[in-house]
């Protein structure tokens, strides 16, 4: 008969992945909203420790006058990174908008431009002749969007009230929020040491002893997990700003930050809107654009390739499959909260194995070069 022992073990780790992936959802569906501002706040704080003990001992400034610059110029810088962003995304919106009308009027007022694109269309689209079908479209637009209009009116008629409260009370309580955060990451700052001790003096003392264990192998890992995928999707989205300004595509810092986060779900990658953008291309005639998007996506492709593997190996220490596979897991159990917590788990476990804490795979020994 087969020990009882190894059973009870793999039970219980079990058991533990069952408590922690079921905690982690009802902390991040009912606490994280509530907490954010003091959770931001806290990692704030670690991330500006090493800045503040170099100011302390060696530029010999005070604790709390090296926090209150730190966390001013920290914060100064998210806030002018944050409003470039929004600012850019705001004027590409409404030059997007802008042309969208443009275009609109222009096919209604030139029948002939309207029969060209209908024409390119239709060439572009093999075995099908589509031109009665987008003539009928065209016939039709005015009606066609004033019925989409008048939907969407009806839609919202009855939810109107709700929508402008929330507006309206959203812009304050993003700037409490806000003022939260700052205020919270100097005091956070100020007196980490102290805090951290003071949380930890709350366990109890077979828990206070496996902190650090915790420390390293549950927050260190989140960190490491989102520092990892951060700078991939950073460098992608670079990749693609740089490639679309050269290339004087409209619109080129909003798609590349649409096609950079669409570039971290699993599965799903550049290539998912790449591709079919140089297809599309290539069939309207447009070859050189067409070209260098194929191009843009290829060189994406290798220097991921190339970078993936290190930073993945370097931050996390997991296999980048075993990270797709857990994603695309947490993501199908648990929707978007999977996709962040099933590959910390995962990693977590692993590091746990490796470490000889619990036994679930036997290592495979290296080859001999």
Not at 304 to 313: D, F, L, N, S, Y
């Amino acid at each position: 008969m087969l020990p009882k022992e190894p059973y009870k073990k793999i039970a219980v780790i079990i058991f533990y992945i069952v408590v922690i992936v079921a905690a982690s959802y009802l902390f991040f569906k009912y606490l994280f909203g509530i907490l954010m501002p003091f959770i931001i706040a806290y990692l704030l704080a670690a991330a500006l420790q090493p800045a503040v003990r170099f100011l302390c001992k060696h530029a010999k400034v005070p604790k709390k006058l090296s926090v209150f610059v730190l966390v001013l110029v920290a914060t100064t810088l998210l806030g002018w990174l944050c409003y470039l962003a929004i600012n850019r995304i705001t004027t590409e919106l409404t030059v997007l908008y802008q042309n969208i009308l443009g275009f609109y009027d222009h096919i209604k007022s030139d029948e002939q431009y309207a029969k060209n694109i209908i024409d390119k269309i239709s060439d572009a689209i093999p075995f099908i002749d589509l031109r009665d079908r987008l003539n009928g479209v065209l016939e039709n637009l005015d009606s066609a969007l004033e019925d989409a209009l008048l939907n969407f009116a009806n839609n919202i008629s009855g939810s109107i009230l709700p929508i402008l409260g929330g507006v309206i009370s959203f812009i304050p309580n993003a700037l409490l929020t806000i003022l939260i955060a700052i205020l919270s990451t100097y005091y956070f700052a100020v007196d980490y040491g102290r805090i951290n001790r003071f949380l930890i003096a709350q366990l109890p003392e077979k828990a206070a002893k496996n902190m650090s264990v915790f420390k390293q192998e549950f927050i260190g890992t989140i960190i490491k997990f989102l520092r990892a995928y951060g700078l991939i999707t950073l460098i992608t989205f670079l990749e693609l700003f740089v490639a679309f300004t050269i290339l004087g595509i409209k619109y080129a810092f909003l798609i590349a930050l649409i096609v950079s986060v669409i570039d971290i779900l699993p599965v799903l990658g550049t290539g998912t809107v790449l591709i079919p953008w140089s297809i599309f291309l290539f069939l309207i005639g447009d070859y050189y654009t067409g070209i260098a998007i194929a191009i843009v996506y290829l060189v994406i492709m290798i220097i991921r390739q190339i970078i993936e593997p290190k930073i993945v190996g370097k931050y996390i220490g997991l296999y980048p499959l075993l990270t797709l596979i857990a994603m695309y897991i947490g993501l199908k159990v648990m929707g978007i909260i999977g996709l962040l917590i099933f590959p910390i788990i995962t990693i977590i476990l692993k590091k746990l194995n490796d470490e000889g804490k619990i036994k679930l795979f036997k290592k495979v020994p290296e080859k001999e070069k």
